[in-house]
């Protein structure tokens, strides 16, 4: 199998093995701006769930305090 796929990449014209070269290339390019995007983001949702929590434990401080000055 590994012999008869040799045989195809070696028949190939030059012009079609560059641009299949050039389409790899692009394609790693374009895997390695997703990676850093998506790391990006996966920034961006912890900052957001911190943020959420502090919220939320402000929000249960302030009933508490707010329960003292109901009579």
């Known amino acids: 199998m590994a012999s008869a796929q040799t045989?195809?990449?070696t028949s190939r014209a030059p012009?079609?093995?560059v641009s299949m070269a050039a389409r790899c290339e692009q394609l790693?390019?374009?895997v390695g701006e997703?990676?850093?995007?998506n790391q990006e983001l996966r920034f961006k949702v912890e900052t957001l769930e911190r943020q959420a929590e502090n919220m939320g434990?402000?929000?249960a401080a302030t009933?508490?305090?707010a329960a003292w000055?109901?009579?």
């Open 7 to 9: 045989m195809d990449t």
């Open 15 to 17: 012009d079609e093995q």
């Open 28 to 30: 790693q390019a374009l």
């Open 34 to 37: 997703l990676l850093q995007t």
């Open 57 to 59: 434990r402000g929000l």
């Open 63 to 65: 009933q508490v305090s």
């Open 69 to 71: 000055l109901l009579p």
